[in-house]
C-alpha cells in the first residue's frame, strides 16, 4: 500500500497556529511517527504530498521548506524521493511561483498524489490520502484514491 500524508495539521502542528506563524517551529502531532514507522516496516511506502505557498508569496524561502522537510523525513525515517511539494499558487506576483503548470499541482488537484503513484508504481485501490482539509479530501477524489482524515486514521489529534 502507498500511504500519503499532508504534512501541516496532518503530521506535524501547522505554523498558521503558531504565534507569528513562526514557519521552524513545529512538534510532532500524536501517534504519528509510531503509526508511519510501523507502517513502514510493515512493507508499505509512506509519502507526504503538500502546498507550500510561503513560497510562492515570499513568506518563506524554499531553503526554509529543505531544512523543515529535512528534520520531518528525519524524524519519520522516510526518504525525500517520498516528498512531492508545490510552491506554486495563481495568485503570486512572482512569476517564478504562478507558472500555469505547477499551479495545476497544487491541492485540491490530486496531481501530486497521482505522481507519487506513478512514482512508486502503485494503483488507485492501492493508495490512501491522508490530511486535515478540505482541499485534501478534494485532492483525493480528484486523484480517484481513497481518503482518511488526519484524527480518524492516526486515532485522534
Not at 18 to 45: C, E, F, M, S
Not at 68 to 78: D, P, R, Y
Not at 115 to 134: L, N
Request: hydrophobic share 40%; proline share 3%; aromatic share 12%.
Amino acid at each position: 500500500m502507498l500511504y500519503l500524508c499532508d504534512l501541516d495539521g496532518t503530521l506535524i502542528t501547522s505554523y498558521m497556529d503558531n504565534p507569528g506563524r513562526d514557519y521552524h517551529v513545529w512538534q510532532p502531532l500524536p501517534g504519528r511517527g509510531l503509526k508511519i514507522r510501523a507502517l513502514r516496516r510493515a512493507g508499505h511506502t509512506v509519502g507526504v504530498v503538500s502546498n507550500q505557498g510561503g513560497v510562492a508569496f515570499g513568506k518563506i524561502t524554499e531553503a526554509d521548506w529543505e531544512q523543515k522537510i529535512g528534520e520531518v523525513c528525519a524524524w519519520l525515517g522516510i526518504d525525500w524521493e517520498a516528498v512531492y511539494v508545490c510552491f506554486a499558487d495563481a495568485r503570486s506576483s512572482d512569476l517564478r511561483y504562478n507558472d500555469p503548470r505547477e499551479v495545476r499541482r497544487r491541492k485540491p488537484s490530486g496531481a501530486m498524489i497521482v505522481e507519487a503513484m506513478q512514482r512508486w508504481g502503485y494503483g488507485f485501490e492501492q493508495t490512501v490520502f491522508i490530511g486535515d482539509r478540505t482541499e485534501d479530501q478534494q485532492a483525493a477524489a480528484d486523484a480517484g484514491v481513497r481518503f482518511q482524515w488526519a484524527d480518524q486514521f492516526f486515532g485522534g489529534k
